[in-house]
């Protein structure tokens, strides 16, 4: 089973069919990586969007009458890193799911190319202790597999001291990781992690996401990354998509964070907050926007993009 | 040693080893109540064989087979929370079959018989009902063993991966439903999932892999069987009573040991 969109028959399928804007320009104004103030319809879209992996037009989900995502577009090309972050109840997992094929949608297409394979890590995974199995044994769940190279993924992720645990005793960061070997193993075009970093430590995250984009420059993935985090994240991405319920703005990290969008939504201290991120070594600003010196945070800041 | 005894041994521990890994993904699943509902369900299938005459074994099947299909379906609406759903329909299905039972004239029937069933009074054709399907649902669960087990450690990631999430859970469903139609001759409606849920239990702390856990079940289930059919024998109790007594009793041991080891 590599086909990541033979999703079960009888769900709906607009997510198989074509759009008939798909490839000919569509109704939103296209806009190149810069971030800009429409509150609606503004178009996520990257530069790849005639070869993107995955390609969302106006999808709209709405549950018992009430509107989760609102008209959203979004395209994820080859070799790309998207980030998708916004406050909580934003419609983040949902549009995850919706991209993935997992619910349908109300209206708008999600295109996946063909032949597409996903590496997916979901944002809730609380593994139950009533079922005993090893790590080794939940990666050859998601693909068959030899002993070979289930022990490469997990050397990859730098997961190999736990390849013969239980998956139950693991610690939320050594289950990230193990989660992501399950994704890499089943050779992936497109990885989509739904807040990987959730139940990690500060140390832990930034390197989290330092090995994402390792793994991406290793395997040529698109990746999918969506998260409430608004720092670290920011800096690993070639494009930032903030929403809530429909695309705020999007851009690359440096713009978004100064878009008057991003501010409204996550308030001036976190807007102020990124920005001295990116501009500065020597200390970073906690929630109350006081400084703390970098040595709190050792060897854990990662690298800025460009600049 | 008496046919009749050959005949309970020969089903009660067929039975055990056909439940084991049923057991085990209901345990994994967390449907415990969902068989709970199916088993106290069946009592209707037994009533609508004595008011239409029927073969009780074979509309027992079928019944709990369209009810387990019913409860999936149920399970999906968002009205009622689930676990409320299958206690409202478990304990309404118990209560309506013991009334048809009790209204049908006709043919005496023994209620206690099946409320806790007869393990002493299985016949050839209950053998053979219960090797069939035992050897049906096996080779099935067999066939969608992986993606069944990858749905049961995380349903979501299972359907984004290509697992045909819907389908499997249908045929396991019905699996189930076929298992708890054959158990409810040993153990009776009331206990069934008993039968069904304490091996596996049992089985989990001694278990490192999921396939283990299901042949360890098996194991302990037969053990059970044995150690209950023998009381019965000894002290003159109820067969299906009996068992769960002693499948509880190594269910105990096995998971006292567990938390005492931690």
């Given at each position: 089973m590599t086909e990541s969109n033979g999703q079960d028959g009888n769900r709906h399928p607009p997510s198989r069919l074509s759009h008939g804007h798909h490839g000919h320009g569509h109704d939103h104004d296209r806009h190149d990586g810069h971030g800009h103030?429409?509150?609606?319809?503004v178009a996520a879209l990257g530069p790849a969007a005639d070869d993107a992996l995955v390609s969302a037009r106006g999808v709209t989900v709405e549950r018992d009458g009430r509107a989760l995502l609102e008209n959203i577009d979004l395209d994820i090309g080859p070799n790309e890193i998207v980030t998708v972050i916004g406050p909580n109840g934003a419609g983040k997992s949902t549009l995850v799911r919706a991209l993935l094929g997992l619910i349908p949608t109300t209206r708008g297409t999600v295109l996946r190319r063909s032949g597409l394979v996903v590496g997916y890590a979901p944002q809730r995974f609380d593994v139950d202790r009533a079922m005993p199995i090893t790590v080794e044994r939940f990666l050859r769940l998601g693909a068959a597999a030899d002993d070979v190279r289930v022990r490469s993924s997990l050397r990859e992720v730098g997961a190999s001291r736990v390849a013969g645990q239980q998956i139950a005793n693991l610690s939320g960061g050594e289950l990230q990781r193990v989660i992501l070997a399950r994704a890499l193993l089943r050779d992936p075009h497109l990885l989509v992690l739904d807040e990987p970093v959730r139940g990690v430590d500060y140390a832990g995250e930034a390197e989290l996401y330092e090995l994402i984009g390792t793994l991406r420059d290793a395997h040529k993935l698109g990746v999918l990354l969506v998260s409430?985090?608004?720092?670290?994240?920011m800096a690993k991405s070639d494009r930032v998509v903030c929403i809530n319920r429909h695309v705020c703005c999007s851009g690359i990290p440096h713009t978004v964070a100064r878009d008057p969008e991003y501010v409204r939504l996550f308030g001036e201290d976190a807007a102020r907050a990124f920005a001295v991120y990116h501009h500065e070594h020597d200390h970073r600003h906690d929630l109350a926007g006081e400084a703390e010196p970098a040595a709190t945070r050792g060897e854990t800041a990662p690298k800025r993009p460009g600049e | 040693m008496e046919p009749f005894l050959i005949r309970a041994l020969a089903a009660g521990i067929g039975l055990a080893v056909i439940a084991a890994p049923l057991g085990c993904f209901l345990v994994w699943q967390r449907m415990a109540f969902f068989g709970e509902t199916v088993a106290q369900a069946s009592l209707i299938g037994v009533a609508l064989a004595l008011a239409l005459n029927l073969d009780v074994t074979a509309t027992v099947l079928v019944a709990s087979v369209a009810v387990s299909l019913l409860l999936l379906a149920l399970g999906r609406q968002k009205l009622v929370p689930v676990d409320t759903l299958l206690s409202l329909l478990a304990h309404s299905s118990l209560a309506i079959g013991v009334l048809a039972t009790a209204l049908v004239k006709g043919r005496s029937i023994d209620l206690m018989s099946f409320l806790?069933?007869?393990?002493?009074?299985?016949?050839r054709d209950d053998l053979m009902w219960i090797g069939l399907c035992g050897i049906g649902v096996l080779i099935t669960l067999a066939r969608i063993w992986r993606p069944l087990l990858s749905i049961a450690v995380h349903d979501e990631l299972a359907a984004a991966e290509g697992v045909a999430r819907d389908r499997v859970q249908t045929v396991f469903v019905v699996l189930l439903a076929i298992v708890i139609a054959m158990a409810m001759k040993i153990v009776g409606v009331l206990l069934t999932v008993a039968f069904l849920i304490i091996p596996a239990a049992a089985a989990r702390p001694l278990a490192t892999t999921p396939e283990g856990m299901a042949r360890l079940a098996a194991g302990l289930g037969a053990a059970g069987v044995l150690g209950g059919l023998m009381l019965s024998m000894t002290a003159d109790t109820p067969g299906g009573p009996s068992i769960v007594a002693a499948l509880a009793l190594i269910a105990a041991a096995t998971l006292t040991w567990a938390s005492a080891k931690r």
């Open positions: 103030e429409h509150r609606h319809g409430h985090d608004l720092h670290v994240v | 806790f069933g007869d393990i002493l009074a299985v016949t």
